[in-house]
């Protein structure tokens, strides 16, 4: 018994280590398949040519680069405006012009010294930081000139169906340059991103002698304005 323990336990170790290589043999072959697989998937894509990162001055060309818009919602309240904005060349800065009036207003129930006319233009001067054209956010400077009519004084009576009635009325009106900064931001939408909704607010001053009258305290701008790009 002891004998043939022996002789089978050679025979034993032999079968193991011939498994043992059977599998190291079968491990290297599927190794040598998957490098060789990744060495011929990657020729390829090395062969081609790799393109540049776009640059800031290429993707400002890809926004948009002339605006035209206006605010349909203030026309019902008596206000018209409108805006053109056009980028000036590759680094974020634009250029635009912007424009109010009132119209349509009834200056006699108008007599706590509020504006009953009002009309000003504005230059403005802004900074895109992304620099994909107008596209984004943005802020700038702006200056103009601007004219505003407030009554300043009146005396009145009330008819017999109960309506104000003005027999006199003073007023005053000046005209003066403005000065301010504005913080903008366009987004566009549609297909082919040429429907612009404009948001912001700006702020500005008149350069004026005192700040009494028209014209005497900050003008606030906010800005919700819809067109177009091109």
């Given amino acids: 018994p002891m004998a043939r323990f022996r002789s089978e336990a050679p025979r034993a170790d032999s079968r193991a280590a011939a498994c043992t290589a059977a599998r190291a043999a079968t491990c290297g072959a599927a190794v ?5 697989a990744a060495f011929a998937f990657a020729a390829p894509l090395a062969a081609q040519p790799v393109s ?3 640059s800031p001055s290429g993707a400002a060309l890809d926004g948009p ?5 206006t605010n349909p919602l203030a026309i019902p309240f008596g206000v018209v405006s409108g805006e053109f904005e056009r980028a000036v060349g590759t680094h974020g800065l634009a250029v635009g012009v912007g424009g109010l009036t009132t119209f349509g207003r009834d200056p006699e129930v108008i007599n706590d010294g509020g504006s009953d006319a009002f009309r000003s233009l504005q230059l403005k001067l802004k900074y895109y930081p992304a620099e994909r054209g107008l596209r984004g956010f943005a802020v700038g400077l702006t200056a103009g000139v601007a004219y505003e009519r407030e009554l300043r004084w009146a005396s009145s009576q009330f008819d017999q169906f109960g309506r104000e009635v003005f027999l006199e009325r003073v ?3 000046r005209t003066a340059p403005t000065v301010g900064a504005t913080v903008d931001y366009n987004l566009f939408l549609g ?4 429907f612009l ?4 607010i700006g702020a500005r001053r008149a350069l004026t002698s005192d700040g009494n009258g028209p014209l005497g305290e900050p003008l606030f701008d906010p800005r919700l304005q819809f067109g177009f790009a091109f």
């Fill in 171 to 173: 007023t005053w009106s």
């Fill in 197 to 200: 909704v404009g948001l912001g």
């Fill in 191 to 194: 297909r082919r991103d040429r």
């Fill in 32 to 36: 040598a398949a998957a490098v060789a």
């Fill in 52 to 54: 540049p990162s776009p």
């Fill in 65 to 69: 680069r002339r605006t035209i818009a």
